[in-house]
């Protein structure tokens, strides 16, 4: 009886009101959004690396400074910090 009400409800919910196209348009959505921000965060680091091994004196200042305030930091609050000033 149980297992009867859950496999209509999931018919019911998923298949014939067709909400599986929203999970599988945000699972695109979600791969979209990582594979650009892997590419755009490779770029932007290489560029950084560039910047800092030429020796400009700002860029070394400013990420010398990045690195310490981040390897300080344990994980969790920086992903906080991010979550919850930044965004």
Excluded: H, M
Aim: glycine residues 6%; without cysteine.
């Amino acid at each position: 009886n149980f297992f009867t009400k859950l496999k209509n409800s999931f018919y019911n919910s998923f298949i014939f009101e067709k909400r599986y196209k929203n999970i599988i348009d945000g699972f695109i959505t979600t791969l979209i959004i990582t594979i650009f921000s892997a590419i755009f965060g490779s770029i932007l680091g290489v560029i950084l690396y560039l910047l800092y091994r030429k020796g400009n004196f700002i860029v070394t200042k400013i990420l010398d400074f990045y690195a310490y305030i981040v390897d300080g930091l344990p994980f969790l609050v920086l992903l906080l910090v991010i979550v919850f000033v930044l965004a």
